[in-house]
Nanobody, 120 residues
Framework: QVQLVESGGGLVQAGGSLRLSCAAS?????MGWFRQGPGVEREFVAHINWGGDSTYYADSVKGRFTISRDNAKNTVYLEMHSLKPEDTGVYYC????????????????WGQGTQVTVSS
């Protein structure tokens, strides 16, 4: 069983930055960040493998967001820069147990989410 707790969300102006953290208890392998805006489905944002040497990003965040992890602390991070109003949503971290990193169904364990609001 894996428990995940996100933190670091908040209100920021467009162009600003935030750093999200996801503290895990239990063994994790691939980890992902997803987000869900108002009235839309949860969408993939970023994924990192256990070793931290392989990452994937949604096209909408590529070049602005960076996912990383510290396995000694069992924590995954999401650095977000040049934030846009369309980045607004609840951000979730998740532990991957399935094959395809960009499908929500590949993740069995989810955090409670942290709200990110970007004002224009």
């Amino acid at each position: 069983q894996v428990q995940l707790v996100e933190s670091g969300g908040g209100l920021v102006q467009a162009g600003g930055s935030l750093r999200l953290s996801c503290a895990a208890s239990g063994r994790t392998f691939g980890m992902g960040w997803f987000r869900q805006g108002p009235g839309v489905e949860r969408e993939f944002v970023a994924h990192i493998n256990w070793g931290g040497d392989s990452t994937y990003y949604a096209d909408s965040v590529k070049g602005r967001f960076t996912i990383s992890r510290d396995n000694a602390k069992n924590t995954v991070y999401l650095e977000m820069h040049s934030l846009k109003p369309e980045d607004t949503g609840v951000y979730y971290c998740a532990a991957r147990t399935g094959t395809t990193y960009y499908y929500t169904s590949s993740y069995a364990f989810w955090g409670q989410g942290t709200q990110v609001t970007v004002s224009s």
